[in-house]
């Protein structure tokens, strides 16, 4: 089945402690990205990679840094997170941008405390 | 700056027709798309729209005018299953999707 897994599903942290959200697709897409969304400000993206080894910033990519190793791949990393990076995390892919559907992952809700 | 703009809220009685509008002001332009998100969910896709003119599948349309700047998302026969936010997102000239905040779409009985 074509899908974008995302783990984990749920998170509740520490400030300063380092997390890792994995994200993979199965799909053999070229361009993956992450965003987050808060309530009345819709999706904004952190990170995008447009191929494995090419990772650029988003709208919002402060306290947040991604790598893109292998195509199927691409973890985001909190490397000291705080309480304003509480949100709902989401990692999505597709082939390209022009026309491509984004295939979205099931998303992470993640708490820091 | 690069801004959309969609009404934050709207309400639609089961077996109506609504109509979700959705303007934009972006760098360039590169295509828009619609997708529809329920609640706790992630977004999936509806529709693409890099011409002018109307897209149609099945009970959802999805209208593009470049020159102003604007695009609908027409849902007709309602099902309370559209209960739900509805997302538009433009990709600008330098292939970035900009995403709007939604509108969430109530379906009453």
């Known amino acids: 089945e074509a899908q974008v897994t995302q783990n984990p599903r749920y998170l509740i942290t520490v400030t300063g402690k380092k997390l890792t959200v994995t994200c993979s697709q199965n799909m053999n897409h070229e361009y993956m990205s992450w965003y987050r969304q808060d309530p009345g400000l819709g999706l904004r993206q952190i990170y995008y990679s447009m191929n494995v080894e090419v990772t650029d910033k988003g709208d919002v990519p402060e306290g947040y840094k991604v790598s893109r190793k292998e195509k199927r791949n691409f973890p985001l990393i909190l490397e000291s997170p705080s309480p304003n990076q509480t949100s709902l995390y989401f990692c999505?892919?597709?082939?390209?941008?022009?026309?491509?559907?984004?295939?979205f992952g099931p998303g992470t809700r993640l708490t820091v405390l | 700056g690069q801004n959309i703009d969609q009404p934050t809220e709207m309400t639609a009685t089961e077996g109506a027709i609504v109509q979700i509008n959705c303007t934009y002001q972006t760098s360039g332009f590169n295509g828009l798309f619609w997708y529809q998100q329920h609640a706790g969910e992630a977004p999936t896709f509806l529709s693409y729209n890099v011409l002018d003119g109307l897209e149609e599948k099945g009970r959802f349309s999805s209208f593009l005018s470049r020159s102003k700047g604007y695009s609908y998302l027409l849902l007709k026969e309602l099902q309370m299953k559209d209960s739900a936010s509805y997302l538009c997102?433009?990709?600008?000239?330098?292939?970035?999707?900009?995403w709007g905040a939604g509108t969430k779409l109530i379906i009453k009985p």
């Open positions: 997102a433009v990709v600008d000239s330098n292939y970035q999707l900009i």
């Open positions: 999505a892919s597709s082939y390209g941008l022009e026309g491509s559907e984004q295939f």
